[in-house]
Nanobody, 120 residues
Framework: QVHLVESGGGLVQPGESLTLSCVASEGTFSAIDIIDISWYRQAPGKERELVAVMLPRPGFIKYEDSVKGRFTISRDNAGLPAYLQMNDLKPEDTAVYSC??????????WGQGTQVTVSS
């Protein structure tokens, strides 16, 4: 069964950057079929929270308040991969980051996540 695969996580120091990628485990999703692409994160002992969401049509993007100005969501013009560029990382950004893609046919795909740890 097709699912999403995230990569790019790791251990970094405060102030450093990471770029996360999200691809389909098999083939890809056409841009025309994608309703929205989202990145979520879940820190230990906390609920999962929405970090960023992109609706390619009509070009709507929204960020969680704490990451505004530091994180950027983007995607390949063909659909996937999707990316989350994270700059000026802070210890409170430490979490497992997952991507989600919703398709026009009503199907939603998730990845298992990639660990991001920000520590000095």
């Amino acid at each position: 069964q097709v699912h999403l695969v995230e990569s790019g996580g790791g251990l970094v120091q405060p102030g450093e950057s990471l770029t996360l990628s999200c691809v389909a485990s098999e083939g890809t999703f056409s841009a025309i079929d994608i309703i929205d692409i989202s990145w979520y994160r879940q820190a230990p002992g906390k609920e999962r929270e929405l970090v960023a969401v992109m609706l390619p049509r009509p070009g709507f993007i929204k960020y969680e308040d704490s990451v505004k100005g530091r994180f950027t969501i983007s995607r390949d013009n063909a659909g996937l991969p999707a990316y989350l560029q994270m700059n000026d990382l802070k210890p409170e950004d430490t979490a497992v980051y997952s991507c989600k893609v919703e398709l026009v046919m009503g199907t939603t795909y998730w990845g298992q996540g990639t660990q991001v740890t920000v520590s000095s």
